[in-house]
């Protein structure tokens, strides 16, 4: 049981399948669910991956799901979900930014399963090389995570670490500018900010923000000027807004 996880919703099951990383021990459908294209290619996916297909009634979808949301009818019982090795990606990462500008996100103890979702979805949409989280204090990568991230998860790299400060001083010797997100007195517009070569952008914890070590060890601290009378945005727009920014200017 410590080992399996089980992914539900049609995007996320249809993602999972086409990413092919997790082992997958069976996919679930409704003995109701009714048949549309997208179920359709859920089924033909897990066919063709050699993946056992089991018809089972609702309640059994609702059991796997529990109360993180509506499975539409799918639920897929795989292994967990397969984090890379930071000693082995990074070096491989960094040795090839003389020609695409790699982009790193840096998750300072986000905690809530939707912001982390949000995030890797938008790290998938723009092309972000390697997502870093700390092993304490922080969401990791669950179902609801999965399901959050309309299954963009399973294309994301992402790697656990147990000290962010350490790995942080690593990027430095590597001349990787460090842009953490900050409101603060220090941080200036980031648009503003020159971005040159490789990059790591570092986003604080919902309540707050970055940590004291995290923040020394950034090259800059930046901001989204904001405009509303609310002057505040979630970890997972600003950190998707900020990652916009950041490939724009790095990758044109």
């Known amino acids: 049981m410590a080992n399996r996880d089980f992914i539900y919703g049609r995007q996320p099951v249809r993602e999972v399948l086409r990413a092919g990383t ?18 359709e290619e859920i089924v033909r996916l897990a066919s063709e991956s050699g993946v056992e297909i089991k018809r089972v009634k609702r309640h059994r ?27 082995d990606v990074v070096p491989e990462i960094l040795a090839d930014s003389t020609s695409h500008n790699p982009v790193l996100l840096i998750l300072d103890r986000i905690q809530d399963p939707q912001n982390l979702g949000s995030l890797l979805r938008s790290a998938d949409a723009l092309g972000v090389d390697l997502v870093v989280i700390p092993k304490d204090r922080a969401a990791h990568v669950t179902s609801a995570v999965v399901r959050a991230s309309a299954g963009a998860s399973e294309h994301v790299r992402v790697c656990i670490v147990g000290n ?14 460090i842009i953490g997100l900050e409101v603060s007195a220090e941080s200036v517009p980031l648009a ?8 790591a952008l570092v986003v604080g914890s ?25 002057n505040s945005l ?14 724009r200017s790095r990758r044109g």
């Open 164 to 177: 962010l400060a350490r790995c942080q001083k690593e990027l430095l010797g590597h001349d990787v500018a």
């Open 206 to 230: 919902e309540a707050k923000g970055l940590r004291r070590l995290v923040k020394e060890n950034c090259t800059t601290l930046a901001s989204i000027p904001m405009h509303g009378r609310v």
């Open 234 to 247: 979630n970890a997972g727009v600003a950190g998707a807004v900020a990652l916009y920014e950041v490939t």
């Open 192 to 199: 503003a900010v020159g971005i040159e070569g490789a990059v």
């Open 61 to 87: 979808l609702e059991q796997m799901a529990g109360h993180y949301g509506n499975h539409q009818g799918v639920a897929l019982e795989t292994g967990r979900y397969g984090y890379v090795e930071w000693c």
């Open 22 to 39: 997790r082992r997958i021990s069976a996919l679930y459908v409704g003995a109701s669910a009714r048949e549309t294209p997208d179920l």
